[in-house]
């Protein structure tokens, strides 16, 4: 039988500001008060007995940042990304993506959205079973928001063995992992990943810059197949996030309901326009386009990033100033774990203010997932509490000196 656990005093967080999301503003002499898992009150004027305070000294505090596309089975503790999928196992990939989901988590992302699994697993949801392994206390790690397998068509740009260019039957892949084709396939691919506890879908609305099966924009899926897997996913709750860079797929992806654009990055200024009007999100995954290690790719994959990268950057520029909401997501690792501070620095880069990137991985990340008890420091949200060094309002890049970690009251660095 489990002892029963201690209760933990409350405890107050004192540091020299703190950044109210919503006002754009500043609360100097900060303060937020934690009972267990909870925020009780920012500023508290008296506290209860037993309190902890605990002063940060010169920092900001923020609220818990999110990253909205990563991959935590890849990339390695050295930040390189290997594929390997004849040689890894499940039980070595779920093992990695402990070690980057306790790096995620110590550089102030307390909520990721683990966007897709495109490894052979024999059917287990790998990014499910981190997620429990997390909340269970067992390991350290963001809260995840897992999507189980992407979908993708035979040769799609999810399909691990178009990376790879393996020889038929090298590596056979299921419907349950993801590989889907035709309408009654899809359907079953969506409902095996709702069944085994995703929650988000993951599609491939198009090939991608790293694809050796075509031009980077073309769609995959066809429009009924779209049609398919938004309707079971939307009928059970849940929303649908499709990787997206053609303009012409972009437009298929919206008409069929599609929730979130991962890339858009050649949509047309039309369909930013649409995007905006309907309050389609998107995750731009910007830094990548700079920041990604293309030096072990093949010759015409290179190829192909120098030409979609720049024109990429522009897009994301072009859907700022368009209203599009934009969150904030690194496709980590394309950039490695842990860094998603760069991201925050490309979107600034990109046009947007600190304070609309900051946004961008707390209020707008909170609404794409649809968790209202987050994003904010505010009485009754989860405790979920970053702090950095200097002024983030004035150089976004501090946000890389992640002095204070907090996630549901429990301290993960200091």
């Not at 991959?71 to 390997?84: E, F, K, N, Q, Y």
């Not at 939307?234 to 929303?239: E, F, L, N, S």
């Given at each position: 039988m489990d002892r029963p656990r201690t209760p933990s005093p409350p405890v107050l967080l004192r540091a020299a500001r703190l950044l109210d999301i919503e006002k754009g503003e500043y609360v100097t002499e900060g303060s937020v008060l934690v009972e267990g898992e909870r925020i009780t009150a920012i500023g508290a004027d008296s506290l209860p007995e037993?309190?902890?305070?605990?002063?940060?000294?010169?920092?900001?505090?923020?609220?818990?940042?999110?990253?909205?596309?990563?991959?935590?089975?890849?990339?390695?503790?050295?930040?390189?990304?290997?594929?390997?999928?004849?040689?890894?196992?499940?039980?070595?990939?779920?093992?990695?993506?402990?070690?980057?989901?306790?790096?995620?988590?110590?550089?102030?992302?307390?909520?990721?959205?683990?966007?897709?699994?495109?490894?052979?697993?024999?059917?287990?949801?790998?990014?499910?079973?981190?997620?429990?392994?997390?909340?269970?206390?067992?390991?350290?790690?963001?809260?995840?928001?897992?999507?189980?397998?992407?979908i993708t068509p035979t040769g799609g740009h999810l399909d691990p063995t178009m990376f790879q260019a393996l020889a038929p039957h090298v590596m056979p892949l299921t419907v349950e992992e993801g590989i889907a084709n035709g309408v009654d396939e899809v359907r079953k691919a969506v409902r095996y990943q709702l069944k085994y506890g995703a929650r988000v879908i993951k599609v491939c609305a198009s090939n991608g810059v790293m694809s050796h099966t075509g031009p980077a924009g073309a769609q995959q899926y066809s429009d009924e197949e779209l049609r398919a897997i938004v309707d079971e996913a939307?009928?059970?709750?849940?929303?649908v996030a499709a990787h997206c860079m053609g303009d012409r797929a972009i437009r298929a992806a919206l008409d069929a309901g599609i929730d979130c654009i991962e890339h858009g990055f050649l949509a047309s200024d039309e369909t930013l326009d649409l995007m905006a009007a309907r309050g389609t999100f998107l995750v731009a995954t910007t830094c990548l386009t700079e920041a990604m290690d293309l030096t072990h790719a093949a010759p015409e994959l290179q190829a192909k990033a120098a030409e979609v990268f720049p024109l990429a950057r522009a897009t994301t520029s072009r859907a700022i100033a368009r209203g599009v909401r934009v969150a904030?997501?690194?496709?980590?690792?394309?950039?490695?774990?842990?860094?998603g501070s760069k991201e925050l620095i490309a979107l600034v880069d990109r046009g947007m203010t600190p304070l609309q990137a900051l946004r961008a991985a707390t209020v707008v990340a909170a609404d794409l997932i649809d968790a209202e008890d987050r994003g904010r420091l505010e009485p009754g949200l989860l405790a979920d509490i970053v702090a950095v060094a200097g002024d983030p309002l004035s150089d976004i890049a501090v946000t890389g000196d992640v002095r204070f970690v907090m996630k549901g009251g429990q301290v993960y660095r200091d």
């Open positions: 037993n309190t902890v305070v605990r002063d940060l000294g010169d920092v900001t505090l923020l609220p818990g940042l999110m990253d909205m596309e990563v991959d935590l089975v890849l990339g390695g503790a050295d930040h390189r990304s290997p594929l390997i999928p004849v040689q890894e196992d499940p039980a070595v990939r779920t093992l990695r993506a402990a070690a980057n989901a306790r790096r995620t988590l110590r550089s102030g992302f307390t909520t990721v959205r683990n966007l897709g699994l495109f490894v052979q697993t024999g059917g287990i949801l790998l990014d499910v079973a981190l997620k429990k392994a997390i909340d269970l206390g067992w390991v350290e790690g963001p809260r995840i928001v897992p999507a189980g397998h992407a939307h009928r059970a709750g849940v929303k904030l997501g690194t496709d980590a690792p394309a950039i490695p774990h842990g860094r």
